[in-house]
């Protein structure tokens, strides 16, 4: 069983930056694959970022819509993830949430993630 508790979310204005985090409880943080999703008012949850597990080297893969903007990193030390998002839009604002998934592939796919924290929420204003 793993637990995820995110923060960092908050308001900010276009342009701007934020960094999620991610805390994961369990010794076995190291061999999920992680990711961020989010879901906005009347839309799908969607794929924002992964990074494979350590012994994979810690590969990274992003939505094309943040790809640039956004970079996932891992602290294994801290069972932390982490989301920095810079050049921020108002089309980010969303509910984000952090996943971890058993399986040893990345997936962009939210079935595929076991377990998820409640989210935290990020608002871009113009």
């Known amino acids: 069983q793993v637990q995820l508790v995110e923060s960092g979310g908050g308001q900010v204005q276009a342009g701007g930056s934020l960094r999620l985090s991610c805390a994961a409880s369990?010794?076995?943080?190291?061999?999920?694959?992680m990711g961020w999703f989010r879901q906005a008012p009347g839309k799908e949850r969607e794929f924002v970022a992964a990074?494979?597990?350590?012994?994979?080297?810690?590969?990274?893969y992003y939505a094309d819509s943040v790809k640039g903007r956004f970079t996932i990193s891992r602290d294994s030390a801290k069972n932390t993830v982490y989301l920095q998002m810079n050049s921020l839009k108002p089309e980010d604002t969303a509910v984000y949430y952090c996943?971890?998934?058993?399986?040893?592939?990345?997936?962009?796919?939210?079935?595929?993630?076991?377990?998820w924290g409640q989210g935290t929420q990020v608002t871009v204003s113009s």
């Open positions: 996943a971890a998934d058993r399986g040893n592939d990345v997936s962009y796919y939210y079935n595929d993630y076991d377990y």
């Open positions: 990074i494979s597990i350590s012994l994979s080297g810690g590969s990274t």
């Open positions: 369990g010794r076995t943080f190291s061999n999920y694959v």
